[in-house]
Nanobody
Framework: QVQLVESGGGLVQAGGSLRLSCAPA????????MGWYRQAPGKQRQLVAD???????NYGDSVKGRFTISRDNAKNTMYLQMSSLKPEDTAVYYC?????????????WGQGTQVTVSS
């Protein structure tokens, strides 16, 4: 089972910044899209941002202008730079890669990393 390794979550004050990272533990030979999702307690998982293999990005309305998704092909790593954080950004953040990892084509998910924004 291929794992996605996430890092960078934590506790930050409102107005602060955090950067999340996500990289596959196994070999990734192809991907369609990779992205970040979040789920707050009692709410459905929602898209935060995603980026296609051609580099096109897409953001959820609530994070536009504050979050930036990027990827480093050389390091096989995806990032989510979060700025001007608000308490309502508090959630578990999951990375997702849709592609071929470890020889398996699927939507692969990370284990999630907690982001808590205090007011």
């Amino acid at each position: 089972q291929v794992q996605l390794v996430e890092s960078g979550g934590g506790l930050v004050q409102a107005g602060g910044s955090l950067r999340l990272s996500c990289a596959p533990a196994g070999r990734m030979t192809y991907f369609n899209v990779m992205g970040w999702y979040r789920q707050a307690p009692g709410k459905q998982r929602q898209l935060v941002a995603d980026i296609t293999s051609s580099g096109r990005t897409n953001y959820g309305d609530s994070v536009k202008g504050r979050f930036t998704i990027s990827r480093d092909n050389a390091k096989n790593t995806m990032y989510l730079q979060m700025s001007s954080l608000k308490p309502e950004d508090t959630a578990v953040y999951y990375c997702m890669i849709s592609g071929v990892l470890g020889g398996q084509f699927a939507d692969h998910w990370g284990q999630g990393t907690q982001v808590t924004v205090s007011s």
